[in-house]
Structures are given as C-alpha cells and as structure tokens.
C-alpha cells in the first residue's frame, strides 16, 4: 500500500509538470497565432516545422507521465521551445514567449541534477539562447527579448544545474551577455542597467565556485556529486566548433543586419573522442581553466586604452569599457577570494597582466576609475597580499604616495580617493605591522610603512588655512594605526611588554644573502626582520657617508661590519645594488673607473641583473636607472662593455658574440639620443636604424624584426638616464614593470602578522613623534567634538603604547603637548577671568581630564613629563580649583581624617584647612573661589552672577572630580621607582630654590603646596624611602638653613620631618640612623624660627620617642633626640614635653641602652641643672640618674652570665660599664654645685647611691682611682671653693652641704676600704683624702658661720683611722703604702686634730705599733647612720 501511494504521488507530480509544459507549449502557439504572418499557415494542409514540433509536443507529453520524470531527456520537451528561439524566421514576441518558456523550466525544478542527460539539455540551452535569432520590430520588444535572453542566460550559470556546463558554454554566456552590455549602450537605460546587473551576477557566480575547485584535479573542474547522476553519459553532438569562436545574438531585422565583430574569446580545446567517422565530444564541467580564460578577458578589456600619465583622462565612452571591465574584476576577487592563490595561473595574471593595468590606470583623472583600482588592491591585499609583495610596494609608492601628496598636478579629487584609500588600508589591523615587516626591514625595498606614516602626519597638518575634510580624513588614519596597536596591546597577557634587545652587528656577513629559516614562525622571522631593519638604518648611513666621501663612506661600512675588513668586489657591488638613497652620479663614476678594483666591482655589479628573456632595451633601461651614466666616453664605453658581457651570457641564441652585443647597445643609446633629443632636427628612421647595423652581429644582419622592435620601442618611450624626475617620485616605466616582476619571484616570502606585537615598539617609535604633532595640532584646530573626541581617544591610545612597549620619551612629549591645551600653563594677571575662561572652554577642560587620566593610569612611564603636569596642578592650587584632599597622605593615615576640616561640596571637593602658623595662607579652595562668586558684601555690593558663570563653576567641579588628582599622590605606592623618582624631583624642582630672606606669597604658598606633596607621597612610599629620602632631606636641608624668620615653609619643613620619622621608624630599621640624622636639622634653625616653634618642635619629639624608642638603636640617633631633649630643658614652654619624653626613656630604665645611656645622663643632668620647672623637676631629674645605675646593674650581670662563653667581650662589657658609671658620676659631681640647697644636697645623695651600688657592677679596681680623682675630690674641692667664694645669700646652707660632702667621702671611702688597700697608688689616694680633710678642717666660711664643719671632720677621721687600723691597713711598720704610710698618715693628722692620736691610741705613741682596737658604739653610728644611707626616692 505503502509503495502504490508513493507511485501515485510520483504520477500525480509527474502530471503536474507535464501541464505546466503544456501551458507553455499552448501561450507559444497563441502568440504565434496572433502573428499574421504564422497565423496564415494554419490553414496549409501541413503544419510548419516550428508549429509541428510543439503541437507534436503537446500530444507527447502526458504519455510521459507514466514512467519516472528523472529518467525523460529534457531535451525531448525543451527542444521545440529552442528550436522556436534559434529560428530566424520568429519575431521578438514569439522568441520571448519561447525564452520565458525555458527559463520556467530551468527554474521550476522541472528536472535537476538527478535528471538523466542533464548536461546535454543544459548545453542545448546555453547553445540555442546564445545563438538566438529573431526579426526586430519595434525597439520595446527587442529589449525586451533581450532582457530575456540576459534572464535565462544567468539562470543557467547561477542554479545548482550549471556546475554541468562546459568551458565552452560558459565562455559563450560570458561573451553574450558582454555584448549585449555593449550593446545596450545604444539602449535605453533599463537595459544597460539589466545587462550590467546581469554580467555582474554571472561573475559572482562563476568565481563563487572557484573555492569548491579542486587545484589538484587533472580537468581542474567542479566537485560535483556525480554518484547522484543517473545515467549522466557524454553528449553525442555533430559539432564542428574550432577553437576560436565567435558567438553572439544576431538580429534579422532592418536589413538583416547582424551585430558588429564580437569579443574573440579562447576557450580550451575540448577533447574529441573518435568513434568511428563521427566526432564524439565528451562534455566536462567548467573549471579553473575556463575561470582563467574569463579572468583573462577582463584584464585584457582594461588594454583596450594605451597608458596615460597623471591628470589624463579618456572620453566617456573609452572610460565607461574599463570602468565596467574594473566593477567585474572586483566582483571576481571578492567571491573569488584566498582561493585565486591555489591555481597559478590566476595569480600569475593577478600579479602581472591585472596589476600592470591597475598601475596604469591609478593614474587615471577619473575618480570612480581610480577609486575602483585602489578597491580591487585593498580585496587583493585582504586575500592574496601573500602572493603580490613588490606589487603592493609598487602600487603604495607609484599611486598612493604621488596622488594623496596632492603634488604633481593631482586633483583634489585624486587627492581624496587616494588619502581614502590609505586610510581603508590603515584600517586593516595588521596592514602598517605587515608593510614594515615585509619592505622597512628589508633591504631591498624601500619605507613603506614611515613614508606612508609620514605622509598620513603631514597631510593632517593645516598649513596656513583651516581645518579640512582631507585633514581630519589624514588623522582618521593615523588615529585607525594607533587603535591597532593599542588592541594588539591587550592581545598579550603581563602587560607592559619587555622592550626588544639592542641589537649589535660583531662580524661581517653577507647581507644580501641572508634569509630567515621561517618566514611563518614568529620566534624565526621577528628577530631576522629586526635585524634586517637595523641592517638597513646603518646601510643608509652608510650612504650618507659614500655620498660626501666614496672612500671614506666604504671604510665606515667597513667599520660597522657591512663590508669585509678587506674588500671585494662582490661586497662592494651588493652594496651599490641593494642600497637605496646612493648619489647615483657618484655610482656612475665609481663604476666606469678604469682601476682594477673598480672594474672587477663593476664586473660583480653587472652579475646582480638578470637579463634572461629581456629585450635589449628593457635590459638596458633596467641596467641605466641603478646610476646615472657617466659623460665620459671611456667610462661610457666601459660600463656598456660590461652590460653588454652580461647581456650576451645570459642571451646566447641572440648574439654571435659579445662584441655584437656592444654595438647593438651603443646603438640603442645613440637612437635613444637622436630621437629624444630637441637639438637633433633630422631624425634616424627605422631603415636607417637598420642598415647601420648591417653585419654587426659577427659578419651577419641582427634579425630585421627585432630591429625593428627595438627601433619602435626606444622611439615611442624614452630611456630615461636620469634615475627620477627629479620630483622624489619616479614613475612606473615598462623596463621597472618587468624587473619588478623578475625580483617578484627571487624574493623573501610576505610575512604575514597575526594580532601580536612583535614589532610595533620599533614602528611607533618612527612614527609616534609625526603623529603627536598630528594630533596636537589637529585638535587645536578642531572645533567639532566628534573629533575632539577622536584626538583625545589617539592621545589615550598613544600613552598606552608608550608605557607598554617602555617608550618613555614619548610619553612625556605626549604629556607636554596635553598640558599646553589645558591652558592652565598660560600666564594670565587676573584671577577670575581664568576660571571662567577654563569653565567655558571645553577643549581645555577635555584637554585637562586626558593629561590626568594619563598620569593616574600610566603613571609609571611618565619621566619629565611630571613637570608640566605639576605646572598644571599648581596653577589649579594658585586659582583655588583643587580639592583638598590633594595634600591628604595615604589612605593608612591615622590622622588624614582629623587634619580634614573642609566641608564636603558638591563632587567630594573640600575646602583646604587654614593653617595657623607664622604666615597666613591665603584660601586657596575650590568652594572659597565659589563663594566669592555668589557672595553679596554689604561694604562693597557685587552683582548676581549670570547663569553663564554658575554653568562654568559647575563644569569645572565636574572637570575636576573626573582628573582625580589626589589619585596621583595617594596611589604614588605603586608607581614604578624610576617614575617615583621623577615625580618627587618635579615635586622639589616646582617648589623653587629656598632663598635667605622674604619671598612673595604666592611663591611661598606655591613652595609649601609641593613640599606637603612631597611629604604625603615620602610617606606613601615608606617601603622605598631609600629611593626619595636624599632628595627629600636635601630640598628640607635647604629650607631650615636658609630661613631666617618664621614662616609656614619652614614650619612644614620642620614638622613634615618630624612626621615622616616617626611614620617610618617602626619600618625602616636600616634607615633609622639616617633619618634621625635627618633630625639634626632642627638644631640648625635660626634661633628665631627656633624659638616660635620649640614648643611643638618638644610634643612631637616626644610622640617620636614614645612610639619609637624601642626602634632607635644607634647611638648618633639617640645623641640627636638627646641634643634635641637638652635644648627644652631650658625653654620655658617646651621644657615639660621635653622632661615627658626623657622621663619616658629613663624611667625604670624602660628603654635605657648602652647606646643612649651617657646620652640620657646628659639630657637628665640638663634638666637637672636648670631652674624651668623649679626644684621638684631638677629633682626628678635627679632621681633619674640615680635610677639609672640599676640598668647598669642588669647589663653587668648580664654581661657577667656570658663570661665563660667569651672572655673577650665580658672584658669589653666591663670596660664599656666602667665608662658609663664614671659618666653618670662625673655628671652628677656637676649637679653637685647647682646653686640652689635642696638639688645640691640631693645631687650628693644620688652621687653617693650611685658609688655605693658599684659593688654589684665588679668594676676594676683602678676605676676607684679614676672615680676618688675625676669626682670626689673635685666635688670637694669645688664645693669647699664655692663656700668660700661665694655669700651665704648666694648659696644657701654651703654649710650643710660641706657636711654631706665630708660625710659622703669618709663612707665611700671605708666601703670600699678593702679594695682600694690592694691598689698599688693607695698612699697616694689616702694623702689626698686627708689633704681634703685638712682642707675642710681649716675652711673659714663666710657670714655667719658655726664650728659644726670642725667638729665633723675630726670624729670622721677618728672613725676612718680606728676602721682601717681595725681592718690592718694603718699599722706601725705598714708598707702598704710604702715605709712611712704611718708617719705620713699622723703628721696630717696632727695638722687637722692634735688631740686625735692621744684619743684613739692613748697607750702607744706615734712611733709605735698600736693594737687593733674595737670599733665603739659612736663610731659605728657615724658610719652606718641609716640618715646617711636614706634612698634617693625619700629625697625631694
């Protein structure tokens, strides 16, 4: 049931066909009835032919139905509608009847390719429509046929059914419908538009197959499914078809007269197979080689006009051929595409015969001609540019650089496609990477890329007149070049990219001969074409060296290893060929030289050409432009002997010898003479050429035609001996058309670059400066915003080149072009005419926001530019329009929030804080110039301000907000160091020299701006404060020394320095000496500055100790805070902060070190001996020192517990704390003569506390010398000479005081008896200590006075004799102290008491040996007195 239903709906579509076949078979005949020259033969008894086979037809068709429809021959119901189109004897009605009739078939899927003998029915269709007769009538219905014939025409090649045409067919389609195009010029405007549309719509489909083109099939035809044809066998046709054919429509009518000549189109000769006596053809499906046949043809249309030169036109219809001929050959390209490049034969006539015709009409005045070249290069560019590198060079430096130069009488019109062109290019994003890869690095060809940059740069610039559409068109693509290498940035991750290696020539190699192992490996050929370019810069200078001196020019190539160390030939004539910019007069010269070396370069030079299959004048024309021929004859007859050598080696069948060749090619040079020159009135004709050269080649006659060509080719194009035309462009000749094609296949590959930037830090730095100045000046002529914008997003574009690729010149040449738009760099004398002119101008506002942007985002490459951005923002500081947070530090500062006392405004700005200081600073804020715009003063009344002036206030708060300034001082931590560096300089050269004296305000104000600046990002960058600090204190330096009076400036300095120790101590430990140091500054100040600011200079030196003191560890640090600490003691204001911070050192010894111990004690004893804070500080003080022997104790049991581990230091441990004691007592013995009573006597206690607690520091005992002799005794002696000296008014209670002082001696002295007995100098010390007695005894003081002193010294001395002669070191016959220690010792006693020997030692004399005796009650007491020994904490 299944297979009966679908054989019922085969049969059913079967049906369907066979009536709408029927349909047409009927309207054919109805039309041909209404003919009255066909309806007449309807009533003959037989039928026409034309009418039989349809009606015939007709009857046929539906018996068809009942077998499949694939398996019907089209051809049997097509045949009557072509036989009707081919007849002669129709009308154009009836054929167009016909010929809609076939092209429903064609396009109602009637039969497909399934359908048996489709090829044939296909090529009976392509056979009959291009041999289409019919009798003209009226002009309407012959378009219309036309039309029609175009229709079915396109239909064939456009549907799936065409892949089975032959070449033969589709050749035949081609050239119909081309001459119905030409044609229809006579026509009406429909049908040229229809023919054109239609030859268009055949070439896109032709070349739109050529991808499904196998390129390694014998026939080279289309991939078609030829499994799916059923019964798809060659077509036996009786044709005799040459291989030249002419085909076309004709026309009966009005005389029978047929179309003129058609179009001659070669077709490949088809295979003809042989059965029998008949010819059989087997027809193959149309493939590259017909492709090809068309591709050619269309080149060959753009030869129909000769050359012309710059500003020569064609007539309108010589032009409207190529025009038409240019618009298919595009169409060919675009659908063609990449796949031209796998078949040879089309990229050989795209390389030659196309180009060559481009290059001749790129030329051409007619700017939809050329701007259809300049669109077939850049779809040539997009898919073959691997295939034509010289003829992309050629095109570039012939067509593009001459017309977009606007020179040499091109039009501005010329001018304009070509600049549009250039700029379409530039839009390719590999186009500039490609043109410097493949000609700027390689010797051989020339700049491309920089004169194409160039000559963009130039063309922006307006030059003495306004802004144009062919400048902004200029910078469209400069700006197209900078956005790509902007992109191809971002293409590589870990941005900024390493900048490429410096590259160095070390030996000598052949240039010319180096090639890259792969052109197609990035990692091969980038550094190979760097080279290659670095080659080519230094062969370039080369030449400017030949160029002054030959010699000299050959040595410095010697010198950078482009030649070898001992020339030849070969060298030096590589060097002459491949190097452009050479003095071609100097060349000649060179070469026609009869030296021997200049005559074997000049061998080696001629070797360089390749003359093969060359004519003798296009040699010559190519061999005469590399120099410039030398006027001497001989040097004349040399170089022409050399070429002629060449000329005959590489040409054997030619010449019978070389010497032929000699005068063949000075005669070419004499006829070049006599036909161009003007003096010459006769000129040589064509026989006289020739029979001058009559058995010149060994004997015989030079082949007539030959001469003959070469007659006619020198007399109709010159052969220039000048190398140019003197204009910097030469022009493309035919000789420099044929030699480029020769280099074209020798050499190197085209380098094709893909999204990376390889090479684009070379490229931007040859163009980035051209294009700053492009833009700069582009923009300062620029009204539109659109392009402002576009300047500004370059400007953006070019500063992230710059910073990626390390180019940090350029960048600061970008930031000084910026900062002069911004108009803040203009000096101006008012204050409020420069806000509201920055308000209103938005270019300078634009302008502003882009100079910021930069310096906040690539900040890190920004070098001397830091200057004028600084001018910049000081000049906003100066008219009040910057944010106070500018100044702010970062953002861990503690007391950012604090020291902000503006009031936030609209877009975050605040108003600085005035600052309280010596000097009032003026305000400066954003809001305060607001203000004073909107404020109304009942003293001096001021007008509203206009809507103009509040619009402006508000766009320059919106300006600002966007620059984010404070961003660049706040962020400054991860500037890179070399930039912060730059950027603290800017900061120190802004702010000006420090000068002695006054200065301005404004230039006070403009200083202490950029040193708060310099202190916030000092502070910022605390973990690379090695980087900045010298500069730092170097600029600080120079503000304290040269301030005399105080100021703001030198109070910032003073306390910016302050702040950044404290900030930095806790984390720059190796820095820690160096900033302390830093702190000596202070002590430099004038005693004026000083003065004013000591008290705050005291507070923050304290904050400094209390939250660092564990942090200082050497001892020039703590000697600065200890220098800085003595100065307070005596001012009145500062001295309790002082005291505070010192107190907080040496309390409990909490950070007491031996490095700042001696220093403390100075401090202490500063404090100590100063009357600001009256006697309860002095005696804190005291107590102080006092306290500090315990540190002393911990360090000498310390030091003690390392003893067994190192002898050495434990003896230099105790060395060290000898010193120190004797300092701490030494500074209290001077406390010891201080005027007023109750520090002096507290200073005796504390100096006795101090010895008595040297028993736990095991001291050596020959520091108790040095103490008896550095401190005791001068305490005593000095004590007693005050006394004596002075009133009792002036020192109070010297009295008492004499007594501590007694008391004191006699109890260090007895407890530390035992060791100083042992000390060889004992007797010495124990005279000295009754000298002192004695001294005391007999002192006399002033006023009113007591005996209290002599009754005192006496029972001392008693106790210290019974003591020491109790302790067996005063003993009749002692030696201790030598043989007379007891002599010496009671003849001083009886000059202070003479009672005192008696007393003690009643029974024995002086002479004798006394016996120990016990110590009594009382002197026991006298000794160990507790209110003697009361600690120095219950002293006050």
Known sequence: MANSRSAARRRRESGALACMISAEVGAVLATMRRNSRWAGRYEEQLDHSLIYSLKLLRRSIFSWTKKPWNSINPCLYLAPFLDVVRSDETGAPITGTALSAVYKILTSDVFDLRTSHVDEAMHAIVESVTSCRFEVTDPASEEAVLMKILQVLLACIGGDMGAVLGHRDVCNVVNTTFRVVH????????????????MHELVRAIFGHLSSMDPLAGNNGLLVPWSNVENNVGVEADIDAPDLSIVGVDYLGNGNAELATGLLVKVSEEGKLRNGEEEQRTIEPYGVPCMVEIFHFLCSLLNMVGPYGLGESLGGTDEDVPQFALALINSAIEFGGPSFGKHQRLISLVRDELFRNLMQMGLSSNPIILSMVCSIVLNLYHHLRSYIKLQLEAFFSFIIMRLAQGK???????????????VDFCRQPNFMPEMYANFDCDITCSNTFEELANLLSKSAFPVNCPLSAMHVLALEGLLAIIHSMADRVDSVPGSPLEPPTFLEIQAYVPFWNMRCDDYKEPSSWVEFVRKQKYIKRRLMIGADHFNRDPKKGLEFLQGIHLLPEKLDPQSVASFFRYTTGLDKNLLGDFLGDRDDFCLQVLAEFTRTFDFSSTSLDAALRTFLESFRLPGEAQKIERVMDAFSQRYCEQCVNVFANKDAAFVLAYSVIMLNTDQHKPQVKKKMSEDDFIRNLRAANGGVDFPREMLSELYQSVAKNEIRISYDLGAGIPEMTHSRWLDLIRRSRKTSPYIVCDSRPFLDHDMFAIMSGPTIAAISVVFDHAEDEEVLRGCLDGFLAVAKISASHHLEDILDDLVVSLCKFTTLLNPTASMEEPVLAFGEDSKARMAAVTVFTIANKYGDFIRNGWRNILDCILRLHKLGLLPSRVTSDAADDTDAASESQGKMIAGGLSVPPLVSAGVRRRSSGLMSRFSQLLSLEADEPRSQPSEQQVAAHQRILQTIEACHIDNIFSESKFLQAESLLHLAKALIWAAGRPQKGTSSPEDEDTAVFCLELLIAITLNNRDRILLLWQGVYEHMAGIVQTTVVPCLLVEKAVFGLLRICQRLLPYKENLAEELLRSLQLILKLDARVADAFCERITQEVMQLVRANAGHIKSPMGWRTISSLLSIT??????????????????????????ANYVLCLDAARAFAETRVGGVERSLKALDLLSESVNSLIKWSQVATGESDENKEDSVRASQELAEMWIRLAQGLRRVCGEQREEVRNCAILSLQRCLTAAESLHLPAMVWIQCFDQVIFVMLDDLLDIALRNSPKEYRGMEGTLHHAMKFLSKIFLQFLDQLALLPNFRALWLAVLSRMEMYMKARLRGKGSDKLQELVPELL????????????????STLGGDSLWELTWHHVQTISPALQPDIFPDEKASSTPSPAPVTPAVSQAVDDPAEQQPAEQVE
């Open 1129 to 1154: 003691a005596r001012h009145p204001d500062a001295s309790e902060s002082g005291f505070e911070a010192l107190y907080f050192i040496m309390h409990d010894g909490a950070h007491l070190t031996p």
């Open 1358 to 1373: 008693r106790n210290i004799l019974l003591i020491m002669h109790a302790r067996g070191v005063l003993v009749q016959g």
């Open 408 to 422: 040499f009488g091109a039009s501005y019109q010329q001018q304009e496609v070509a600049m549009e062109t250039l």
């Open 183 to 198: 044609q229809a010029g006579n026509k009406s405007e429909l049908l040229q538009r229809v023919a054109r549309h239609t």
